[in-house]
């Protein structure tokens, strides 16, 4: 009788989206004639720019050609993408990493899911909260995380590790030794970032508990402020204790032509019952050749475009346009004297919901009487009670409309 991996029955429904969607639908049908606007979205709406557009195409007619056809790339992608990564994003910031340090990939999202497969399953797991679910979700669909209850929003052993106005969303370490941590940064939901001096603390914490940190740096690319860090390798000793993941979805609008890449450095380890400590990165490369037959080559050659110079200019400007969104949303609601976070170093706006509303009240709220859609934040997790997710990545006229019609909202 084939059985079922029963952890998968203990996952909540995706309630969030799904909640989002028929909320949205019940209000269009009965409004036929509004102009919903979504600031809900987390996906970007600028196309490929030409740079990338060009190098796809040339990459595409290579592969229709006999002398330059490629079949199955080497696994942890081509070299020429590879030393452009590291001369880019780390040379530049005085981190060495060699080659076979990166590993390129079809999408953050896969890779931040797929690496807890590398750990055993008595882990300790913590988070930040609220958290990109992707964490929380693989965690339990390897039964690392207990039981779900519903009535806190939460999984019996995740350790939680909550961000709110009161910390100034800055993760306090965990009262009980945790194993395996993740942190997103800039973050989202919240658009908050860390300091180097704040997360020398959890890479500390990381070395003296001989712990891991998994290093979400998805939205690298929208920090606008000097002193915050681009990589967690600016923090001294994090080499030892960080797997930092990155991606090219929200960089380069390559959201549906998917690439990303991981750095393991060779000094990360983890540890056997002996006490045995092995190199995180020989278990990866052991997982991806086994699991994963590489990012196809034209897209590889499109994310190479990215770092030309026209490129760097061409998603620059993309990048600002977002981040003038942000700026456009975060300034109007604090013209509505709301509490305001992020949309300064990620292109994401968290607020704080007015006296008398929770997350869902004021989804309600946005949706009936400005037709603007946003996310709850108590669909991150429970420490988003009473906060709302607006996101920069809608056109500029939507989103003028939107803070407009907000504007004029009577809480
Ligand atoms: N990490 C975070 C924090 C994200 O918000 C997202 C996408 O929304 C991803 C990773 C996924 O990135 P990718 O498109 O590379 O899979």
């Known amino acids: 009788m084939v059985r079922l ?13 799904a909640e989002i969607a028929d909320r949205v639908t019940a209000f269009k049908k009965e409004n036929p004639d509004v102009d919903v606007i979504s600031l809900g979205i987390g996906d970007v709406t600028k196309p490929l720019v030409p740079s990338v557009v060009e190098a796809i ?12 056809f490629r079949g199955y790339g080497p696994y942890q992608g081509y070299d020429f993408l590879a030393e452009k990564i590291i001369r880019h994003d ?31 399953q008595d882990n300790v797991v913590a988070v930040t909260d609220p958290v990109y679910p992707v964490y929380v979700d693989s965690n ?17 052993n995740l350790v939680y590790l909550p961000c709110t106005a009161e910390n100034g969303f800055v993760p306090a ?4 030794k945790v194993d395996i941590i993740y942190l997103c940064y800039p ?31 998805a939205y690298e690319a929208y920090i606008t402020e000097k002193d ?25 609008a390559f959201t549906g032509t998917r690439c990303a890449y991981t750095v393991v450095p060779k000094s990360v380890v983890a540890y056997t019952r002996n006490g045995e400590a092995v190199p995180l990165n020989r278990l990866w490369n052991r997982r991806q050749t086994t699991k994963f037959n590489g990012t196809p080559y034209i897209v590889q050659r499109g994310a190479e475009a990215v770092y030309s110079e026209e490129g760097q200019k061409q998603i620059r400007e993309m990048i600002s346009y977002y981040m003038e969104n942000a700026k456009i949303i975060r300034t109007g609601l604090e013209s509505l004297g709301l509490s305001v976070y992020g949309g300064i170093n990620a292109p994401y706006i968290w607020l704080k919901t007015p006296a008398g509303y929770d997350s869902w009240q004021f989804f309600d709220k946005l949706l009936k009487e400005a037709f603007v859609v946003g996310t709850p934040g108590v ?33």
């Open 90 to 120: 780390f040379i530049s910031r005085g981190i060495e990493l060699s080659m076979d340090e990166v590993f390129i990939s079809d999408g953050a999202k896969s890779d931040t899911a797929n690496f807890q497969e590398i750990f055993g």
């Open 228 to 252: 915050i860090p681009h990589s967690i390798y600016e923090v001294e000793g994090a080499k030892d204790v960080a797997v930092e993941f990155r991606s090219f979805s929200k960089t380069a």
């Open 379 to 411: 669909g991150f997790g429970p420490s988003g009670q009473g906060y709302f997710r607006l996101t920069a990545f809608g056109s500029r006229e939507n989103t003028e409309k939107a803070v407009e019609r907000i504007k004029n909202l009577k809480f």
């Open 5 to 17: 991996n029963e952890n998968y029955l203990k996952l909540p429904g995706s309630y969030l989206f």
């Open 187 to 217: 973050n989202n939901p919240t658009g908050t970032v860390l300091t180097k001096e704040q997360l020398k603390v959890w890479v500390d914490y990381a070395r003296d508990n001989k712990a891991v940190i998994l290093f979400d740096a």
């Open 173 to 176: 370490l965990p009262e009980k």
């Open 57 to 68: 195409r040339k990459a595409a007619d290579e592969m229709g050609c006999e002398d330059t």
């Open 140 to 156: 339990a669909m390897a039964g690392r995380l207990g039981d779900y209850d519903s009535s806190t929003g939460k999984w019996t």
